[in-house]
């Protein structure tokens, strides 16, 4: 992946905000550091007699990195999908800035600002790379059928928004400019930077099924990013990457971070676990079994019965 | 709107449901596998039924059986004349799946389009009874109503003691014949090997043929199984209403795939509850107010029935079906 | 008027001196109906082909419409822009007809159906270019409730139609007459098959008789399931079921059933029956002879002079003279005068139509 | 007709369009709209022989062109349904025959409910509601229909939604045929109100033979419509119908309110379609229950299928020659249909994209069909 | 040598993503295939199972010419892929999945052999043998794919990614299992991304990069190679 990203990062803080901004969504990334973001709290959830989550509690904290591990089948997915509305919890509540989120519908829940990738990768393959973001940024604008279609509903524009030549800048300088063509443009633009961001921005064009593998779980990440979540949950991101590729994706991470929003993961991998998370949840059996920083959980012997097996760098 | 009546013939009631919505569930049959295993709405299903008839037909032209026959006879001719339903039918799904789908499953076109060379085809077929063949033979082909031979007499086979209801050795037979051929094929898809793969490829075909199954044998396999039991659907039909016309597959096939649905399509045992019930529903409604409604109620029903059971009664997918 | 929509076959100018002309006719010329059509265009056809035109020709082309309203509404279009045409035989059924007049009367061009009864058709919004050859159905309802009362002797009439614009008033008619004395009154559908439901109404209303408005498609397996089922009441239907197809179709089951025509039985020593046979080989069958004096009225305008679709009209107007099927008037409405009204029963006996008695309403 | 093809591929229409300036493309586009504002009058040789009144039994040629014109109207809406959204609505003839009965029921002096309002309200007889009014009055009770059918089916999957669609046609067919005190039961409504219009040669101006005034209002309209329908496509809504298609649950979760998307297309299809209905009913000034049989339903979505469904041309295309085709061929009266079955299965068979297939579709399709082929080993 | 594939060229519509690979598989080894993402390893499998069809180029399995062969057809004379992503029947119980991986089999006494065998190696699964298989865990749905593999009997057991989405321990466990039936007389050839492990359990091993073999030798040489290292172990 190109390398030049990480310095440039404070600068796309700012790009990569909507600018089509004279009427979106308006989301608050202000509030402190370290105040509570989204809060699991006492969640059980039950398929039948399978108990996926057993009254597990645990919350994430604006602007950190939480990783979230257990054993396959401990419920990781699951907690994922009580977060993003596909599930309800059988008990307990899920609050998300401090309002309670269980029950709401999916497309809501991303309007709240939480978006998230898929362990098995679900993109809409016959769009290109680009479209796909573009759905993401769609999720923050407002224009809907009759906007597209009759245009009524007109902004002033700013003066790098008006066009360059002669009659078209007049009328639009007379009747403004619908907010539709405002927002496209500002998709456009913000999804090639996305594409950048994530690094597979020579493949925009191409439909999103024929991207490799690799590329299209940065795209899900790119399309995650467009919907302008506060909180961004990652599922497995680095199946069925090599070491090499992991340790890009976790620079990806950081940066994702660096740029405000705050990242929820689900890895079995131990290495990116450990070296990019600030904090890590340990599920077993639907249920917590351990929480603290990397070290802490790396060290706790619980987690290393349950999970970890003996030491093993490769992993 | 009368409730007294339905209230006071209820058993004759429920007895004329049960043998319109038998035959309904067979032909559902075809439906249904076909859409379990292709997700693919076989619209010239009806037409495989309506070949099924002429079928018919044709063995009693051919054999010259008539009413009136000696019992060995009119069995024999029955027996022939369903086998050779079934053949025809069997035959024809299998032309349709040869000649509409498997091109097109070949470039890997989209369902939307199969859907559209099923409606072809079932125009073809209609038009090959009402026109083509006409053109070339003549009567009894052609767009009015044949009549067929009623080998087999209606006759009162017993009487419902209790509720004093005569039941017609042609109800026992469509009733009967209906249930026990649906059984056999539950049996089979639900126990055998190839009644394995059938499920399998409907879930996922790429990897059912990683597991040995052969993807062309099953599909060849359900279009078989579909157009055999539209066959016996046919047969049955006749027995009981001695007619056949070149659209007659229309209706009974909007109704079977209705039922199919109802039912919970993909599912075998949901063509047989989706059929019986479209059928009572049907004649019950028929009953209170009166026919023209009909296809009124029958929507109506699956719509209400579809709100509360969005993948229908016994819900999806023969893989799904839970044996 | 409409000279935008004429070119290269189309016809000759009609306000011309030549005399060149095309009469339509639309019906239901293939189908399941189609028996009770067809012998009328013959009919037609046979008048055409008598006729001296002198240094007039005129061809009468068909159209089929299937008897179904929707196809006919483009053949009526097609037939009004044509200005060669300059008269329609039709149409045959009630439905078709009502669907195309007012595109007959904006290209105001006389028709004369030989054979659509339904009663709104001059009785509730008439127009000028419309007259038929037979009296409308609210006679021929009273002339099916008087024959059951009167020869069968029902008093439990059980009433059924196929909920189609011509079966369905038909039997309102017949309701209406009949008052108390029908029984129970159900509905089918045009294309049913299984009328079970009906049958077993049947069975608890214990008809001494039982009336069917609709056409023959239906009218066959209904017939039969009813004597399936045992039920022996006598069996009448309308002009609906006056084709040469009925007997075939219902076969044994409809031995006895009666239907209801307001058209006189054809003498079969009749120069016009055995011209027909002559031509079509067959003796005439439904509204042949109707079919025969509506081209005759035409031919007539033209004998007269007329040469254009308002000479047409107006001579049609006033047309009086002696037809083959009664004597032929048009009143402002278009219908029969009065004392034409006539209805005949006839028997199916071995599966051919033979006249009963006549019926007057 | 490979040669054809080939032929036609070599003169790269698409992308000489696409790269034409934007003063040549204005031109070009009002030539074409003016020739089909010409088509009625079209008698040069040999442009002549696509007139459809050429033989003894032909179908009178404005006509023909004026319901090839309201076919369109439903195709552009039916793709806007089918070909974005992705929903198969196979009862689409239902709100085909709304738009057409609302304008007989308010309009027509022969409606049961004019002639209810005129004794309640104590009008004269000759009242009916406007012609003007009767156009929002069709446009609301088709739009309001769309939204009543789809809120409780739209959560249906797929072929649920196909059955379900189908049995509402079939709903309002039968209710219109049997309702007798509101509808005139089979019998119809006659005296179908048109458009007002100045009185030529005696006859109003929009009436029942002059067919090529109708077939320009229709045009005018579907020109409109089409302007209109093309803004959908490559815009967010567009995209979002794209989205629900590939993957429903994943677009959910990327912030698209799938249904409010769904029902929005089945919106806008159903108005279409009652607006093709009402141009129907008000022309031919006679509405009546079997002209709405479901095969009707059956025939829209095989135009839009034919056509190549997603791209409005494309459904243009196929509605123009499923309409024109049948009519040009009149006097195969009897073989019309099996002909018709026939081409449906071939056309499809060797062009399963559709005639004119969106460029997205066609290069869905070239690839789904690599994959089939190199897919089958024994290739 | 019990599979071997020749100058295997397979194409994606216009892209071409193998282009002329040799791989050979001897009776009774464990060879490993290694590569990054989008180089065509798990086109190899699918070439070499039958799913996808060779533009040109030849597949021979057990001295026989299996080229022209449909997958089920390669199946049935003991060839068998555990497919990358899985692919389970979702709508098949645990049970009935593993059902399917005897599909071709007719001996009963052994098949309830297998059973005992994989509910032994994974006891989540005999825990949840009534579950419909779509709605189980990503890690769980590797295991039954795995067990259902095994439950072909095969001559020659391909495994695209079996470690991807497992836990640390049971990744662990994966490869024991892999040795341990490669003890049993199966031959293996598995597709890792877990490039130390795989290669330290190997026989030989090819390197696959954009559609080409780069490299190819023993395990332990690769493992020691400094490209490989730097590009697949992720130690500079
Ligand atoms: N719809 C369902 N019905 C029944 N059981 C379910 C359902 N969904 C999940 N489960 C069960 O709940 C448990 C938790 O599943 P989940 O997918 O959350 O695991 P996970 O922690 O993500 O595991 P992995 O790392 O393997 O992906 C599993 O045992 C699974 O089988
Ligand atoms: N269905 C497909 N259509 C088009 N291109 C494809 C398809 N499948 C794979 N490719 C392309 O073929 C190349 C090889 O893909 P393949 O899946 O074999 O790689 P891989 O080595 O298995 O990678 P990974 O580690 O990501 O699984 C890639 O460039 C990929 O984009
Ligand atoms: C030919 C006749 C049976 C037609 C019938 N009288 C009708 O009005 O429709
Ligand atoms: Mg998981
Ligand atoms: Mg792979």
């Known amino acids: 992946m190109p390398e030049q990203k990480t310095e440039g990062a404070v600068e796309e803080q700012v790009v990569l905000k909507d600018t089509s901004n004279h009427d979106a969504i308006e989301i608050e990334t202000s509030g402190p550091d370290g105040s509570v973001l989204l809060e699991v709290d006492h969640v059980t959830l039950r398929f039948g007699g399978v108990v996926a989550l057993n009254d597990v509690n645990f919350e994430i904290r604006r602007g950190e990195i939480l990783g979230l591990i257990g054993p396959n089948g401990a419920g990781k997915t699951t907690c994922f999908n009580a977060m993003t509305g596909v599930y309800t919890p059988t008990e307990g509540k899920i609050r998300f800035k401090g309002k309670e989120i269980a029950g709401t519908k999916p497309h809501k829940i991303n309007h709240l600002g939480i978006a998230r990738t898929f362990q098995n990768i679900r993109l809409f393959p016959e769009m290109s790379a680009m479209e796909n973001v573009m759905v993401g940024c769609d999720a923050r604008h407002k224009t809907s059928v009759p906007g597209v279609l009759f245009r009524m509903y007109r902004v002033r524009p700013s003066e790098e928004e008006l066009p360059e030549s002669g009659i078209r800048r007049s009328f639009a300088k007379v009747l403004g400019i619908s907010r539709h063509t405002l927002e496209e443009r500002a998709g456009r633009r913000r999804s090639m930077e996305l594409l950048r961001f994530v690094g597979i921005a020579d493949r925009a064009h191409e439909l999103a099924r024929n991207l490799p593998y690799g590329y299209q779980r940065r795209l899900e990440i790119a399309r995650a990013l467009a919907t302008e979540p506060e909180l961004i949950c990652l599922d497995e991101p680095a199946a069925g990457f090599n070491p090499a590729e992991k340790e890009d994706l976790m620079g990806l991470i950081r940066r994702i971070r660096d740029l405000g929003h705050t990242v929820l993961v689900i890895e079995h991998d131990m290495k990116l676990v450990l070296g990019v998370t600030d904090r890590i949840v340990v599920l077993e059996f639907g249920q917590k079994i351990a929480e603290g920083t990397p070290d802490e959980v790396a060290r706790n012997p619980k987690v290393i019965a349950a999970y970890l097996g003996e030491p093993d760098d490769a992993a | 709107m009368d409730f007294d009546a339905l209230i006071s013939g209820l058993d004759r009631h429920t007895l004329d449901g049960i043998t ?212 016996v659907a046919a047969l049955l039909y006749t027995v009981q209403y001695d007619i056949t016309k070149f659209d007659i597959g229309f209706i009974i096939g909007l109704k079977a795939f209705t039922a199919a649905v109802l039912g919970g399509i993909g599912n075998l045992r949901g063509a047989l509850v989706g059929g019986l019930f479209l059928g009572i529903v049907e004649v019950y409604a028929s009953a209170i107010w009166d026919s023209s409604w009909t296809n009124v109620y029958a929507f109506v029903v699956l719509v209400v029935v579809l709100m509360f059971r969005p993948t229908g009664l016994l819900g999806e997918s023969l893989g799904k079906a839970r044996a | 008027a409409c000279g935008t929509t004429d070119t290269g076959g189309g016809g ?58 929707a196809k006919a509404t483009p053949v009526a279009t097609q037939i009004a822009g044509d200005d060669s045409f300059i008269g329609v035989i039709g149409g045959a059924f009630s439905g078709e007809t009502r669907a195309t007049k007012s595109i007959y009367q904006d290209g105001g061009i006389p028709m004369i159906s030989q054979s659509a009864t339904a009663t709104d058709l001059t009785q509730e919004d008439p127009v000028e270019v419309f007259h038929r050859l037979v009296p409308y159905d609210d006679y021929q309802g009273a002339a099916i409730a008087k024959y059951l009362t009167d020869e069968v002797g029902a008093t439990k009439v059980f009433v059924v139609d196929n909920s189609e614009a011509y079966g369905e008033p038909l039997a309102d008619r017949v309701e209406e007459t009949l008052g108390d004395k029908m029984v129970q009154r159900d509905k089918t559908e045009v294309g049913q098959t299984d009328f079970a439901p009906t049958i077993s109404k049947m069975e608890s209303a214990q008809p001494d008789a039982i009336m069917y408005g609709g056409y023959i498609a239906e009218a066959a397996p209904l017939l039969k399931q009813i004597r399936d089922a045992g039920i022996d009441a006598p069996f009448i239907g309308g002009d609906g079921l006056y084709g040469a197809d009925f007997g075939k179709a219902v076969g044994d089951a409809g031995e006895g059933a009666v239907v209801m025509c307001p058209c006189a039985p054809i003498d079969e020593s009749s120069t016009f029956a055995s011209d027909f046979e002559g031509e079509f080989g067959g003796a005439p069958g439904a509204y042949a002879a109707e079919g025969y004096d509506a081209m005759s009225v035409f031919l007539a305008a033209l004998d007269d002079g007329a040469r254009t679709r308002e000479d047409v009209l107006a001579f049609v107007n006033d047309y009086t003279g002696e037809g083959l099927s009664k004597d032929i008037a048009f009143d402002e409405n278009g219908d029969v005068p009065a004392d034409q009204v006539s209805y005949w029963a006839y028997k199916n006996t071995d599966g051919t139509l033979t006249p009963e008695v006549e019926v007057s309403p | 007709m490979s040669q054809i093809t080939a032929a036609y591929r070599g003169l790269r229409l698409g992308d000489r369009w696409g790269g034409a300036p934007q003063p040549v493309r204005w031109f070009v586009m009002l030539l074409v709209i003016a020739f089909a504002f010409y088509l009625p009058y079209l008698n040069v040789l040999p442009f002549a022989y696509i007139r459809t009144d050429l033989t003894a039994s032909g179908s009178d040629w404005a006509s023909v062109l004026f319901l090839v014109v309201v076919y369109m109207i439903v195709a552009v809406g039916l793709n806007v349904v089918i070909g974005l959204a992705g929903l198969l609505d196979l009862g689409y003839v239902g709100f085909y025959a709304l738009g057409a009965y609302s304008v007989a029921l308010f309009g027509s002096t022969n409606s049961p409910v004019v002639q209810a309002m005129q004794s309640k309200f104590g009008f004269s007889e000759e009242w009916a509601v406007p012609f003007a009014i009767c156009i929002p009055i069709a446009i609301v009770m088709s739009l309001v229909a769309g939204v009543l059918l789809g809120a409780p089916t739209l959560r249906l999957r797929g072929d649920y939604l196909a059955i379900v669609t189908l049995g509402f046609g079939e709903i309002i067919r039968i209710t219109a045929r049997n309702l007798d005190d509101v509808t005139n039961g089979a019998t119809g409504i006659i ?137 040009r061929f009149r006097e195969f009266v009897d073989w019309r249909p099996f002909a018709f079955g026939v081409a449906l299965v071939a056309v499809m068979i060797l062009r399963p994209q559709g005639l004119a297939p969106s460029r997205r579709r066609a290069r869905e399709f070239e690839d789904r069909r690599h994959e089939a082929e190199e897919a089958a080993a024994d290739a | 040598m019990l599979l071997e594939m020749k100058d295997a060229v397979l194409n994606y519509g216009k892209i071409e993503a193998l282009h002329g690979i040799s791989v050979e598989v001897n009776e009774g080894e464990v060879v490993s295939l290694i590569g990054a993402n989008g180089a065509g390893k798990t086109s190899t499998m699918r070439a070499l199972s039958g799913v996808r069809g060779l533009a040109t180029g030849a597949v021979f399995f057990d001295g026989e010419d299996v080229t022209k062969l449909r997958a089920d057809q390669r199946l049935r004379k003991g060839l068998v892929l555990c497919p990358e992503g899985r692919g389970i029947f979702p709508g098949m119980s645990v049970t009935e999945n593993l059902n399917m991986g005897a599909y071709t089999r007719k001996d009963k006494a052994a098949i309830d052999e297998d059973y005992d065998r994989v509910f032994g190696l994974f006891p989540r699964l005999l825990e949840r043998k009534k579950q419909i298989a779509g709605t189980m865990s990503g890690g769980e749905q590797q295991m039954l794919a795995i067990g259902r593999a095994l439950m072909s009997r095969p001559k020659l057991l391909m495994l695209d990614e079996p470690s991807m989405g497992l836990a640390p321990m049971l990744i662990q466990q994966i490869f024991d299992i892999i040795t341990e039936i490669s003890q049993q007389g199966t031959t293996i050839l598995v597709v890792e991304q877990n490039a130390k492990q795989a290669l330290s359990r190997s026989d030989r091993a090819y390197v696959l990069e954009t559609g080409n073999i780069v490299k190819t030798g023993t395990g332990a040489e690769l493992l020691d190679d400094p490209s490989v290292r730097e590009a697949y172990l992720g130690v500079a």
């Open chain 3, 12 to 69: 000759s100018d009609a306000s011309g001196g030549d005399c060149d002309f095309k009469i339509g006719a639309m019906g239901a010329l293939s189908g399941a109906n189609a028996s009770i059509v067809i012998p009328s265009v013959d009919g037609a056809q046979l008048a055409l082909d008598q006729w001296d035109g002198g240094d007039c020709t005129v061809t009468l082309e068909r159209f089929d419409t299937e008897g179904d309203p």
């Open chain 4, 191 to 327: 005296g179908v109100p048109v458009p007002p219009g100045p009185e030529i040669d005696g006859r109003s101006f929009f009436n029942t033979i002059d067919a090529e005034r109708w077939y320009w209002l229709a045009l005018t309209i579907l020109i409109l419509i089409i302007f209109l329908a093309r803004r959908l496509e490559n815009s967010r809504v567009g995209r979002a119908w794209l989205a629900i298609r590939e993957d429903e649950d994943a677009a959910a979760v990327m912030g698209v309110a799938g249904f409010k998307f769904k029902l929005w297309a089945f919106a806008i299809g159903a108005t279409l379609g009652g607006l093709a209905g009402l141009l129907f009913g008000s022309k031919q000034q006679y509405v009546e229950p079997n002209a709405f049989m479901v095969q009707l339903s059956f025939l829209f979505v095989a135009m839009v299928v034919i056509g190549g469904s997603g791209n409005i041309f494309g459904a243009l295309l196929g509605a123009f020659l499923l309409t024109y085709l049948p009519e």
């Open chain 2, 20 to 231: 319109r919505g038998s035959i309904y569930a067979l032909v559902a049959l075809g439906y249904t596998m076909v859409y379990g295993v292709m997700k693919l709405i076989n619209f010239a299903h009806s037409e495989v039924f309506m070949v099924g008839t002429w079928a018919v037909l044709g063995t009693y032209t051919v054999i010259g059986a008539t009413a009136g026959m000696g019992a060995g006879m009119v069995i024999a001719a029955t027996v022939l004349a369903l086998l050779v339903a079934m053949l025809a039918s069997a035959g024809t799904a299998l032309a349709v799946e040869r000649i509409a789908y498997r091109p097109l499953r070949k470039k890997g076109a989209p369902p939307l389009i199969f859907l559209i060379t099923g409606i072809g085809c079932s125009m073809v077929l209609v038009e090959t009874f009402g026109q083509l063949l006409r053109f070339f033979f003549g009567q009894p082909f052609g767009r009015v109503t044949v009549n067929i031979p009623s080998v087999l007499e209606t006759k009162t086979l017993f009487t419902i003691p209790g509720v004093d209801l005569a039941v017609s050795n042609t109800r026992v037979l469509i009733i009967v014949g209906a249930i026990v051929m649906m059984l056999a094929l539950d049996t089979f898809v639900n126990k055998s090997r190839l009644g394995r793969g059938v499920r399998a490829v409907a879930q996922d075909p790429d990897t059912a043929s990683l597991m040995g199954v052969n993807q062309e044998r099953v599909i060849m396999l359900v279009f078989v199984l579909g157009g055999a039991m539209a066959g």
